[in-house]
Nanobody, 125 residues
Framework: QVQLVESGGGSVQSGGSLRLTCAAA????????MGWFRQAPGKEREGVAA???????SYADSVKGRFTVSRDNAKNTLYLQMSNLKPEDTAMYYC???????????????????WGQGTQVTVSS
């Protein structure tokens, strides 16, 4: 079992920055692949970024160059640094965990077994 708790969401203007944090607890959480997902009203949940236990990363094309995913295994914490935010980044952001990393299917939410409760990010123009 892995428990995930997100924080750091908020409201910012277009071009601003935010850092999301996901605190993980539970059995061997540091060995899991961790991902960030988002869901806007009326839209499907989509993968934003993922990071393996060894630091390998994947990003959605829409956030490449603007978002950076990282993790601190000593603190069992996952981060998402978001810069140059745009109104279309507005969504509920979720942290998720799965047992293994695959660069070809990392963005499929159905393959993640553990989820946090989400944190809201709102970007105004």
């Amino acid at each position: 079992q892995v428990q995930l708790v997100e924080s750091g969401g908020g409201s910012v203007q277009s071009g601003g920055s935010l850092r999301l944090t996901c605190a993980a607890a539970g059995d061997t959480a540091t060995s899991y692949c961790m991902g960030w997902f988002r869901q806007a009203p009326g839209k499907e949940r989509e993968g934003v970024a993922a990071i393996d236990s060894d630091g390998s990363t994947s990003y959605a094309d829409s956030v490449k160059g603007r978002f950076t995913v990282s993790r601190d295994n000593a603190k069992n914490t996952l981060y998402l640094q978001m810069s140059n935010l745009k109104p279309e980044d507005t969504a509920m952001y979720y942290c998720a965990a799965r047992h293994y990393y695959n660069p070809y299917d990392w963005s499929l939410p159905g393959l993640y077994g553990y989820w946090g409760q989400g944190t809201q990010v709102t970007v105004s123009s």
